[in-house]
């Protein structure tokens, strides 16, 4: 097994097993989840400058960063939702780390979005994409691949008066995924594993609500899906260790083989 | 109560320089010098010393006494600016006539950097920080000339009227080695110089520089003794913040107390043979000419058209040439016509003499505080005998 | 005559630019009452409560009847010129290279003879306005004006230097997603503003009246957030040295009092925008600003800060938010400090609540953003420092003076 994983590493070295990153730069300018303003706001993304090789520091160039749990490319944990807070090990500091590893599921969907913010996944367009790749394997991480990341950030965010408008999971195909696939978690390219007027679902933010209620995760404001094989690719998403965190931003790395 | 006994001599100008890196301590210490040699006296029988200078700084009267190593039972400190010589004399005078000291040394001395002039306009006086130098003119220049302005409007004073005193006074000049101005002057010059603030043009104003200048007060007896010519004083009035509800100045406090001073002489301006007035302006002139009673006020111009001010003229005035040509040389103004009145009538003068001069009048004016000169004095002298 | 002010040229790149000076600003505590007077656009002298006598230049003792009894009211500004004089030549570096420069002797009719400077459009023997205002140095001076308004009245060279006047000049309204800065930004463009940039934060994000903003004429919107330093030092960089005028419009207006609230979360929001986000701003803008007052035309010339009047004593109700505008308003005060050597303003402008979304269940009287821009842009004609707008901010104002313990109990 270890000449294995030694051979794992050199395979990622090499070439052989490439490396995507799944990640968005954190940036100040990257958009966050906007809620109603009476209710507590994620904090967006901000750098301040410690030192750059001057009189406050010589020869060291550092900053200080501040952001929410939920800022930009992250990982949301059980005890994010109300539905997961009394599972066990359910925060990002207490969840196993062998979680942090896992195969995915990519369905790709960027087609129906290219013109419709408003598209909803549902169980019969899974089940098309299984008819096509096969069956989700329990354990799988779901991303959903809309294209969503290509999009100027006005169009990304989606922004209208009533909220929102960015493609998403139905009630019925997050309750599905998750009883009848037992998978990982569900993962997106918009802000928000749910779709962008859950508010107005039953229940609101299915992906939320049933996902981490039954102990799954959450990936959101991922890139490079469009660079993934429906399956078999990995995914490494460990958050960082918070105390008794909701979620954290990540580096998200998917790794794939290399076609010959 | 007059001054019976009591005598000015051993008048001291210290050479003026345009710029002087030495200290006031420096100027004042060569004129005591000059004084003590003048007089035939030691340093050490100064007895009573009254100071003057805007450039003494930190010090005051009582640091130069030690500095310059004197120990005096009678000592003042009179910051009045031109007024500073006729308000010495009136002090040193009652000293020496009380018995308070029996060698007064008056004395006004100041030096001149660069950046002096600049320096004492700032911390000049609390009206002037508040309520005159953030108006731009950098000095006193625009309020006289608002004072000169408002004289021509109300008694029809031309700019040559000013300019007759400045070329007569100029002609008097060309004798003293210690004038700054070395040039005849003409009227078109004045006429035609460099404006500065109107209506007042370079010619009106009188050039800053360091200099020094002493007189030493004390008995007759006294001075006949060490065998130093002297005068006799005669009268002298003083008076400060005069007439405050004129809305602008064109009196002075010497028409407060003019009655008093020809009353105090026992003489009348028409038997005055020289006249030094204080000329930072002529303006100010032309009030003295009115306020000390050599025409009625308004009369000025009149006055000014009608008489030759040079040494051998009509009317013998300012006759080593004014601040306006020798160089103002701070606090040492006030006691330019002084020295000089005192050389004519001991029959001593540096410049050329006024014939037979039996009686002086010298009059004094200084301490612009906001928008008028609030000093002012004069003094009566007369010849020995 | 006032000859119209002509529209500035651009600026030659390869001239040095003048640098700023100012008249002599020391002046003696009790002539600090006409440094008050002036902030406000007020004409206050004192006047003797003993014998009524006016009383110029200030004194500590009535000169008539010695009284210490002398504070600053309100008094007439009418007078007569006596006398004028134009200076040709100066020691004073400001006034040297700003000759010629007139002045005159005013008699008021209230009694004192005072030394001021004259509007070009004042004569000998004229009838005046004496006004009081801050100079280039932030110091009071008094101004003679013509009894009536002139044509051109506000472009008189001398009467320039003393204001912050928007005309030709370049503002940035930092903050333009609420009314506030929307009015603010047609104020200026109304007021002759040659450039109006506004700053927008979360592009992505719509907001009510975006549409009517970019059209409003000679408003440039501009890529800018306050909570983040990047986007104003890179702000500052592109635009940095064509901003004369700079007026803070970026707000967080939340209800909630300290203990009451539940977390830090919206006072660091408060924070982030109102004291850091002033200090964002000065740190980039600020040296540039401090650079170029003396820069012709259109020269540097103001900061300007919209505080809550309960940043002079908090507003229990709105708790958090009254903190924040007092952290502001301090902050505010500093600046002023250190842009002044430069002859730039910072104009403080207090009001009550506004009639905007987060003041809503506030009953009247409320200002509206249109007014306060109004007042605003009056107040730089004049070349305020400090504004009290509407009914509520004059009266905590009045209320502070007499007794603040009161006032603690009253908004509490």
């Given at each position: 097994m270890a000449a294995d994983l030694v051979a794992f590493a050199r395979a990622v070295t090499q070439g052989a097993i490439k490396v995507v990153d799944l990640t968005q730069t954190l940036s100040q300018e990257f958009p966050t989840i906007v809620l109603p303003p009476e209710l507590g706001q994620c904090a967006p993304f901000r750098i301040e400058e410690v030192s750059r090789y001057d009189e406050r520091g010589p020869a060291w160039y550092w900053n200080n960063i501040t952001l929410g749990e939920h800022t930009g490319t992250h990982?949301?944990?059980?005890?994010?939702?109300?539905?997961?807070?009394?599972?066990?090990?359910?925060?990002?500091?207490?969840?196993?780390?062998?979680?942090?590893?896992?195969?995915?599921?990519?369905?790709?969907?960027?087609?129906?979005?290219?013109?419709?913010?408003?598209?909803?996944?549902t169980v019969p367009f899974v089940e098309a994409w299984e008819a096509q790749h096969g069956r989700i394997p329990p354990g799988d991480w779901v991303l959903l691949r809309t294209d969503w990341s290509k999009l100027p950030y006005p169009q990304y965010a989606g922004m209208r008066d009533d909220g929102a408008h960015t493609p998403g999971p139905t009630p019925g195909v997050v309750k599905w995924l998750v009883e009848q696939r037992d998978v990982h978690g569900f993962g997106t390219e918009t802000i928000g594993t749910d779709y962008g007027q859950a508010q107005h679902f039953n229940p609101p933010y299915p992906a939320h609500f049933y996902m981490h209620g039954k102990g799954r995760f959450g990936l959101q404001c991922l890139t490079n899906l469009d660079k993934l094989p429906p399956k078999g690719a990995v995914i490494v998403a460990a958050p960082l260790k918070i105390k008794n965190g909701s979620g954290s931003p990540l580096r998200v790395l998917a790794l794939i083989e290399e076609a010959a | 109560m007059a001054y019976d006994g009591i005598v000015a001599c051993a008048p001291v100008t210290v050479s003026y320089r345009r710029f002087s890196i030495n200290s006031a301590h420096w100027w004042i210490g060569r004129a005591l010098h000059d004084l003590t040699r003048a007089a035939g006296i030691k340093p050490s029988d100064i007895d009573g010393l009254i100071l003057s200078s805007f450039t003494l700084a930190p010090d005051t009267a009582v640091g130069v006494t030690q500095h310059l190593g004197l120990t005096p039972r009678w000592l003042d400190h009179a910051p009045f600016g031109g007024a500073c010589g006729i308000v010495a004399l009136r002090r040193a005078a009652r000293a020496v006539q009380c018995g308070d000291a029996q060698f007064v040394a008056c004395v006004a001395g100041d030096t001149n950097h660069v950046d002096s002039f600049r320096k004492t306009l700032t911390t000049f006086s609390r009206f002037a920080q508040d309520a005159v130098y953030p108006y731009g003119s950098g000095g006193a220049n625009a309020c006289f000339a608002l004072i000169t302005k408002n004289y021509m409007n109300l008694y029809g004073a031309r700019r040559e009227d000013f300019g007759k005193l400045c070329v007569d006074q100029r002609d008097n000049a060309l004798a003293i080695p210690f004038a700054m101005m070395k040039k005849p002057l003409t009227l078109d010059e004045y006429m035609n110089a460099r404006p500065i603030s109107d209506p007042l043009h370079l010619f009106d104003c009188v050039m800053p520089c360091a200099g020094a200048e002493a007189i030493l007060v004390c008995r007759e007896d006294v001075a006949r003794s060490l065998h130093v010519p002297f005068v006799r004083l005669l009268a002298t009035i003083e008076r400060h913040n005069a007439f405050p509800d004129d809305p602008i100045q064109y009196r002075g406090g010497w028409a407060m107390d003019v009655d008093e001073l020809w009353q105090m002489a026992g003489v009348t301006p028409s038997d005055v043979d020289l006249l030094e007035t204080y000329d930072d302006y002529p303006v100010i002139v032309t009030m003295q000419f009115e306020d000390l009673g050599f025409c009625h006020k308004g009369e000025g111009p009149e006055f000014i058209r009608s008489h030759d001010f040079t040494v051998d003229g009509s009317f013998p005035h300012n006759t080593s040439g004014g601040q306006l040509s020798t160089g103002q040389a701070g606090a040492a103004g006030g006691y330019l016509g002084l020295t000089e009145a005192t050389r004519q009538l001991t029959g001593k003068p540096i410049g050329h003499a006024v014939k037979d001069a039996k009686i002086a009048a010298v009059s004094g004016f200084g301490m612009i505080n906001y928008d008028r000169g609030l000093s002012s004095g004069a003094a009566v002298l007369a010849r020995a005998s | 005559m006032t000859r119209p002010l002509e529209p500035p040229k651009r600026k030659n790149p390869l001239k040095k630019t003048k640098q700023p000076l100012y008249p002599q600003s020391i002046r003696s505590r009790t002539a600090q009452g006409l440094t008050a007077a002036a902030a406000l656009g007020r004409f206050e002298l004192q006047k003797c409560l003993d014998c009524d006598a006016v009383i110029y230049p200030p004194r500590d003792v009535c000169p008539k009847c010695l009284s210490a009894r002398v504070p600053f009211v309100p008094v007439r500004n009418g007078g007569q010129?006596?006398?004028?004089?134009?200076?040709?030549?100066?020691?004073d570096p400001y006034f040297r290279e700003r000759t010629p420069w007139r002045t005159g002797l005013t008699k008021l009719d209230v009694g004192p003879v005072v030394l001021s400077h004259l509007h070009g459009d004042v004569r000998e023997g004229a009838r005046v306005r004496l006004d009081?205002?801050?100079?280039?140095?932030?110091?009071?001076?008094?101004?003679?004006?013509?009894?009536?308004?002139?044509?051109?009245?506000?472009?008189?060279?001398?009467?320039?230097?003393?204001?912050?006047?928007?005309?030709?000049?370049?503002?940035l309204i930092t903050d333009g997603r609420g009314a506030v800065g929307q009015a603010m930004a047609q104020a200026f463009s109304e007021a002759g503003a040659s450039i109006v940039f506004v700053g927008v934060a979360d592009p992505w994000k719509p907001f009510p009246g975006q549409d009517a903003l970019s059209k409003i004429s000679c408003v440039e919107i501009v890529p800018l957030d306050v909570t983040d330093s990047e986007s104003v030092t890179e702000q500052a960089e592109q635009i940095g040295g064509r901003v004369d005028i700079i007026v803070n419009t970026a707000e967080h207006v939340r209800p909630g009092g300290i203990m009451q609230r539940h977390g830090l979360t919206v006072a660091r929001e408060e924070m982030d925008i109102r004291y850091f986000g002033l200090l964002r701003l000065a740190q980039a803008f600020g040296p540039g600003m401090r650079a170029r007052g003396a820069d012709?035309?259109?020269?540097?010339?103001?900061?300007?800060?919209?505080?809550?009047?309960?940043?002079?004593?908090?507003?229990?109700?709105?708790?958090?938010?009254?903190?924040?505008?007092?952290?502001?308003?301090?902050?505010?005060?500093?600046?002023?400090?250190?842009?002044?050597?430069?002859?730039?303003?910072?104009?403080?402008?207090?009001?009550?609540?506004?009639e905007t979304e987060w003041f809503q269940t506030v009953p009247p009287p409320k200002v509206a953003p249109a007014a306060l821009a109004r007042a605003v842009v009056q107040a730089l004609q004049r070349g305020q420092e400090e504004l009290f707008v509407g009914d509520i901010a004059q009266d905590i104002r009045a209320r502070l003076a007499v007794n603040p313990k009161a006032l603690e109990r009253e908004l509490g």
């Open positions: 990982f949301d944990a059980p005890v994010h939702w109300i539905s997961g807070k009394d599972l066990p090990n359910n925060a990002v500091d207490t969840i196993e780390p062998h979680n942090f590893i896992a195969p995915a599921s990519v369905i790709d969907c960027s087609r129906e979005c290219a013109d419709n913010p408003d598209f909803e996944l | - | 010129v006596l006398a004028e004089t134009t200076i040709r030549t100066s020691t009081l205002r801050l100079d280039k140095g932030g110091a009071p001076v008094m101004i003679a004006l013509p009894d009536q308004e002139t044509q051109h009245m506000a472009d008189d060279p001398q009467l320039r230097e003393m204001t912050c006047d928007p005309k030709f000049r370049r503002a012709g035309t259109n020269s540097a010339a103001a900061f300007v800060n919209l505080l809550s009047v309960h940043a002079l004593m908090n507003w229990p109700q709105y708790g958090g938010y009254s903190a924040a505008e007092a952290a502001a308003l301090s902050a505010a005060q500093c600046l002023r400090a250190e842009l002044r050597p430069g002859g730039v303003k910072v104009l403080n402008v207090f009001f009550g609540p506004l």
